[in-house]
């Protein structure tokens, strides 16, 4: 996904994407977890496409993306971003529930030996706060990858006016295993436990409703 041989095709399938559900008839379009081949803040032209397509179609969208914070040191985040059919942004969700030994190292002062192992974890920050936000009126909240497992993460979610719930994952890693679908099945029963439809966008599947 980050090979700059790529970044074009990505993209260009993404808004090829959102324009025909547009045309079909979508309101709020989901694109997955880090979808965007760049960090949509710091890379002025590939954010003015994604706008521009959103201005274009005249519909919401919500995008995963990572988030710099410029402070010393550097922060990053695994974040969400909505964006309203004028091309602002409505809101931005942070990750909370970072994935040990794929986002960050747990105790990484003690764990010092497994270094090599690990050089390419990434270095992410948890968000603070749970976040909803505003599509048409209405109140959305995203979890993020495996953040869906966590029940109370989700009711959390509900008791700040979440009307819809929706997930966006990278299941890429899984590969051909039983794993996609357990996380699926994990996303059905927070849509149970909270009687609310749930949204799913995944972007090597299973995406749903």
Known sequence: ??????????????LEMTRAAARQGARFIVW?????????????????????VVREAGVTLLFGSDQIEHASPAKYFNSAFLLRP????????????????????PLRRFLFFVAPVVEAVG???????VTVLPVEGFKVSTAICYEIVYG??????????????????????YGRSSAPYQHFEQASMRAIEQGRYLVRSANTGISGI
């Open 123 to 129: 270095d992410f920050w948890p968000g603070e706060r």
């Open 86 to 105: 004028d091309g602002s942004t409505g809101g931005v969700y942070r990750k909370m529930y970072l994935v040990p030994f794929g986002e960050y190292v």
């Open 152 to 173: 109370n993460l989700v009711r959390q979610m509900v008791l700040a006016g979440s009307g819809l719930l929706t997930t966006i994952t990278n299941d890429a890693w």
């Open 32 to 52: 997955p977890e880090s979808s965007a081949p760049f960090y949509y803040e710091e890379d002025p032209i590939g954010a003015a496409r994604v706008r521009a």
């Open 1 to 14: 996904k980050w090979n700059p041989d790529r970044a074009e095709a990505i993209l260009g399938r993404y």
